[in-house]
């Protein structure tokens, strides 16, 4: 008997052309799925159905990143998350998050209070079938529209983001607990830069809100996300100055120190002063400093005038790699043309560049007369730029007359000779 139900229910499938008008879309996403067919069946056999649940279904695009120097330097590959490699494969799908807020009513007739979903919706992209999955990590494929909403006309803002790791998404002003009315503010992400330049992520983000039965003739539950890069995508390269045309100089290490790892990313800005999407920038941790190794002691670096002779990277592809940092503008170790002495390097609390195993050799020839001076050690350079969010950014990093070293005392003077010096050569 449960056999022959099912086949007359399922036979409703081809009344899908009609399904408003004879009601046979149970749980009202606009069309008859095998979802309102067991609903119909369960009915008939005098079984209790739960709450009709509404799929979301997704789609995703991207905004590329801002290359200034594209005319330059031509079409450029970058490690960046395209639309493409989010996907994944097959054997490694890739994957995004998404959560939401919406307005809760009160059975009692109160105004109602704002919610988030929980729990966080674990959405991946499924390489055979061409479509991706929303549904949570214990669940995937069952996430479905928020419940106690009018379909028809409350919006959802549904907020996504990829490359990091869940736990960290929330709202400040959030009051679940309260009857008051509510204003959900700023949705925000707490995310943290690693110091590990293999372990940093392209951050992703997206907002995009609607109701499930769309205005636009579009199908019911259908999101469509255009993500954006969070971060500033960072390439490093080290030059020297005319000024040292004298000095031949190689480098073994490269680290740049100081520079902020920890923010808050808000969806949908004012984050900070204005209206800016980054803010509360610090350090990790609690701590109050940063290092980031822009290339190890493995392999000396002999410094030249050209930048672009020079990139900085732990990676052996280095032109395709990028470090991704918090957009920010960084406050240098010292503020140059300031008549204040320069600290030491432990006390530095700007950011600054660190060169490691510095090795300079300064040579002038006098009518045939050599003089030839030597240093070597570590030194240091302060360090000021403005990273933008979604731009490509190109660091020159110079050597050049301001050079320091660990006492913040010049190693040349301001017409490129050396006056810091710690063997004879």
């Known amino acids: 008997m449960k056999k022959r139900f099912i086949i007359i229910a399922l036979s409703l499938l081809s ?10 879309d149970v749980n009202n996403d606009g069309q008859v799925t095998v979802s309102d067919i067991m609903l119909i069946v369960n009915k008939i056999l005098g079984k209790e159905n739960d709450e009709p649940k509404y799929p979301i279904t997704v789609s995703v695009t991207q905004k590329p990143f801002v290359d200034n120097d594209a005319n330059a330097s031509g079409m450029m590959r970058s490690p960046v998350t395209t639309t493409e490699s989010l996907a994944g494969t097959e054997d490694n799908p890739g994957f995004f998050y998404v959560d939401y807020s919406y307005f809760s009513r009160w059975d009692d007739g109160g105004t109602g209070y704002y919610e988030i979903g929980e729990p966080e919706y674990y959405t991946h992209w499924v390489e055979s079938s061409g479509h991706w999955v929303v549904g949570t ?11 106690n909403v009018d379909l028809n006309t409350d919006v959802i803002p549904f907020y996504a983001y990829a490359n990091y790791e869940s736990g960290h998404f929330g709202f400040e002003g959030f009051q679940e607990e309260s009857k008051s009315e509510t204003v959900v503010s700023k949705p925000y992400l707490h995310f943290v830069v690693e ?11 997206a907002i995009t809100e609607d109701t499930y039965y769309h205005s636009n003739g579009t199908p019911a539950g259908f999101l469509s996300f ?15 100055t005319q000024a040292l045309a004298n000095s031949t100089i190689t480098v073994k290490g490269v680290k740049l120190h100081n520079v902020y790892n920890d923010g808050y990313y808000y969806f949908n800005g004012n984050g900070g002063d204005g209206n800016q999407e980054w803010a509360g920038l610090g350090y990790k941790n609690g701590t109050t400093s940063s290092t980031y190794t822009l290339a190890d002691n493995s392999t000396e670096i002999l410094v ?5 002779v020079n990139q900085l990277s732990t990676e052996q592809d280095k032109e395709n790699k990028y470090f991704f940092m918090i957009p920010q ?3 240098p170790w010292y503020v140059k043309g300031t008549t204040e002495p320069i600290p030491s390097i432990a006390n530095a609390t700007g950011a600054y560049i660190e060169l490691e195993n510095c090795d300079i050799i300064y040579s002038v020839d006098n009518d045939g007369q050599i003089t030839q001076k030597h240093y070597s050690g570590s030194a240091y350079i302060p360090f000021g ?9 190109k660091v020159n990093i110079q050597i050049g007359t301001g050079l320091r070293d660990s006492d913040g005392n010049r190693i040349f003077d301001t017409n490129g000779v050396l006056i810091k010096t710690t063997t004879a050569q």
Do not use: M
Not at 15 to 24: R, S, T
């Open 15 to 24: 009344l899908n052309a009609h399904a408003q008008k004879y009601n046979y």
């Open 137 to 147: 990590v214990d669940n995937p494929g069952e996430g479905h529209w928020p419940s």
């Open 195 to 205: 110091e590990n330049s293999g372990a940093q992520k392209d951050l992703l983000v």
């Open 226 to 240: 255009t993500f954006d890069h969070a971060c500033a995508a960072v390439q490093f390269f080290l030059s020297k």
């Open 304 to 308: 030249k005038q050209n930048y672009a």
């Open 329 to 331: 503008i960084t406050t």
């Open 385 to 393: 730029v403005t990273w933008e969010k979604g731009i490509k950014h």
